[in-house]
């Protein structure tokens, strides 16, 4: 695991240091006293949690040196200068002192399923056992009236500094009565907006949370939508895929914990450190698109060789997300390594959209041509979906580019 992590900063470093440069020394060193004043704030805080990122580390056999590996990968990962690296290590030290409440919504868990069954937790994970988690219904104990207590007591106590994180969507049909809540029976949309209204912000977990996920899927019969569909005038943060990086959720909470503010986000709302990257340009397999060299049915020659999964209906060009980067089981690998196409999770609709495994330029939508070299805002500016007739062109160009030099 840490072998991956110090591979996994390097690549970030190489990434991130065309941004970092363009910033200018002036600009970090402002930053670097902001974050440096924050820390010091909360420092000055009572943890809301008796739990340390020390004794985690402690109970799993993890070393100093180890997390301070992981806080150089993590300082990369947030497109920040390496001298960033001990504040990055003082504010995972220090997320004990940010309170969460994490509600449930209309979703099958697998967030928290995803972080809770992890068999050998990354430090990501283990970072996030050490957060005050003051109300979670799929993890406390109390029930019924006693859990609406303890939600009322920790709103009260921590209004206006805790994090509102959400996982699921929010049916919306039949006056919200699709889904309820607690003892009182108040509906998803009225729960989401009473936690959310004295947050400090609010983190959508999940393409669920985040679009609506699978239950606004066609034809969306409970009238499914995420959180920035019903919560306005607070700032919202969306972590998207199903299920969301263990890692881009613990990197947007230090950096609410190093600024106590949101991350540079993208026009989805998205974090830009975490989904900037567009896993076409990112894959193991882009040479083999380069070269027109595809899989053209499952277990052909192009499958055993590992070649491009475009013609078998892989979204990486048009999905933005840094899964081939940080990958999942501790860096082990990812759906496109595993032998399927990626399907776009991370993006709007992507259930009617992209969950189907045939290319883009194969579908009925219709939309103005795209590049696949194209950052993701000017993506999302132009329709996420417009790429599938410029990839597709892309894409024959390279396969007959290779034909003609086979011939050759």
């Known amino acids: 695991m840490i072998e991956k992590r110090e591979a996994l900063a390097k690549m970030f470093s190489a990434k991130g240091s065309k941004i970092n440069t363009n910033r200018g020394a002036e600009y970090y060193d402002s930053l670097m006293q902001t974050m440096t004043k924050r820390l010091a704030e909360l420092e000055q805080t009572p943890a809301a ?22 806080a150089s990968a993590a300082c990369a990962a947030l497109m920040l200068p390496s001298n960033f690296t001990p504040l990055i290590a003082q504010a995972a030290v220090l997320m004990n002192r940010v309170p969460v409440i994490w ?33 979670n219904e799929t993890l406390m104990a109390a029930a019924g009236h006693a859990a609406e207590a303890h939600l009322e007591e920790a709103m009260h106590t921590f209004k206006g500094k805790y994090l ?8 919306l049909a039949m006056n919200g009565l699709y889904g309820t809540m607690g003892a009182k029976a108040e509906t998803y949309k009225d729960h989401l907006i009473r936690v959310a209204k004295d947050s400090a ?11 609506g996920g699978v239950p606004a ?22 972590i998207p895929a199903c299920p969301a990086n263990p890692a881009n959720i613990t990197g947007t909470i230090l950096h609410f914990v190093l600024t106590g503010q949101v991350p540079e986000l993208d026009h989805l709302n998205r974090p830009k450190f975490a989904f900037g990257y567009r896993i076409h ?10 070269a027109g060299e595809f899989v053209e049915e499952w277990g052909d020659k192009g499958a055993q060789n590992n070649f491009c999964l475009y013609k078998m209906g892989c979204k990486g060009p048009m999905t933005f997300n840094n899964c081939s980067i940080v990958r999942y089981n501790s860096g082990t690998n990812w759906p496109i390594g595993a032998g399927h196409g990626c399907i776009g999770c991370s993006e709007p609709q992507f259930w009617d959209k992209y969950a189907q495994e045939r290319p883009m330029s194969d579908t009925h939508f219709k939309a103005p041509t795209g590049g696949v070299e194209k950052t993701v805002d000017q993506f999302g500016l132009g329709l996420i979906t417009a790429a599938g007739i410029g990839i597709g062109i892309h894409a024959v160009a390279s396969l007959v580019a290779a034909k003609k030099e086979g011939d050759e």
């Open 49 to 70: 949690s008796k739990a340390s990122i020390e004794s985690v580390l402690e109970a799993e056999g993890l070393t100093r040196r180890d997390f301070m590996k992981w």
């Open 103 to 135: 509600i449930e919504l209309q979703d099958c868990a697998g967030n928290s399923e995803a972080i809770l069954r992890s068999d050998a937790p990354t430090i990501d994970e283990l970072i996030l056992e050490t957060i005050s988690l003051e109300f």
């Open 164 to 171: 509102c994180v959400v996982e699921g969507a929010i049916p």
């Open 201 to 211: 912000a609010v983190v959508a977990v999940g393409t669920c949370a985040t679009f």
């Open 217 to 238: 899927a066609s034809p969306n019969p409970t009238g499914a939508v995420g959180v920035q569909d019903v919560v306005k005038g607070k700032a919202i943060i969306n």
């Open 281 to 290: 340009d990112n894959c193991e397999r882009r040479a083999h698109f380069d």
